[in-house]
Structures are given as C-alpha cells and as structure tokens.
Nanobody, 127 residues
Framework: VQLQASGGGLVQPGGSLRLSCAGS????????IAWFRQAPGNEPEGVAC?????????YYADSVKGRFTISRDNAKNMVNLQMNLLKPEDTANYYC????????????????????RGQGTLVTVSS
C-alpha cells in the first residue's frame, strides 16, 4: 500500500493550496480515503474524508468546514484537497490515509483505524 501526498508549501494567510494524494498497491476505489494533519506537539487531526461510493458521505472537521474541499478520481487513483482561506493554524504536515476496511467515511470522522498512510507534505501558512 502506497499513498503519496504532494502539493504543500509556504502560503500567506488567506491564500490557497491544492494537495494531491496518489494511491497504489491496493484497490483504491474500494476504500474511503482521508486527509489528516499533524502539527508539532499535537495529535493527528482528521480534516476530511471521501467515501469511495456515491452513496457515502463526505466528512469535514469543523475547523476546515467551508474552506477545504475534498475530491477524488477513482480512475486516476487520486484524492485532492483544495484548501482556501488558509490560516496560520492550518500549518501542519498533511498526509492521506486509508483503513483498508470500508468504502464509507464515518460521520464522526476518521480516526486511528486509518493506519495505512503516507509520509505527508508540509503546509506552512505565514506572512
């Protein structure tokens, strides 16, 4: 299982970034994919989740709702995270993950069961 995140960088407050997650080594369209972030000294936070089935839900953490949008292209084994109106508190290492168990995201958000993850990409929001 490989999940490779890319697209991070330095951006000013109020700016935008688009992160991409490329999956390989597993049946990508069978499983939900989530984006997590972890800032130094903090626990990981599940910020968004995309179900692989059309009848599944899309989850956003309250901290990013209305600013971040997750999308997926099963044909390309890709999940993207569009991040707008970025704030300094969005600074973190962002990584994508899957639990290799279900195609559906939980309404309470992704947790420790999303153990299959990649290295991540660093997002820094600063002026």
């Amino acid at each position: 299982v490989q999940l490779q995140a890319s697209g991070g960088g330095l951006v000013q407050p109020g700016g935008s970034l688009r992160l991409s997650c490329a999956g390989s080594g597993f049946n990508f369209d069978n499983y939900a994919i989530a984006w997590f972030r972890q800032a130094p000294g903090n626990e990981p936070e599940g910020v968004a989740c995309s179900s692989s089935r059309s009848d599944g839900l899309t989850y956003y953490a309250d901290s990013v709702k209305g600013r971040f949008t997750i999308s997926r292209d099963n044909a390309k084994n890709m999940v993207n995270l569009q991040m707008n109106l970025l704030k300094p508190e969005d600074t973190a290492n962002y990584y994508c993950a899957t639990d290799l168990y279900t195609p559906y995201c939980s309404p309470v958000g992704p947790g420790r069961e999303y153990a299959n993850r990649g290295q991540g990409t660093l997002v820094t929001v600063s002026s």
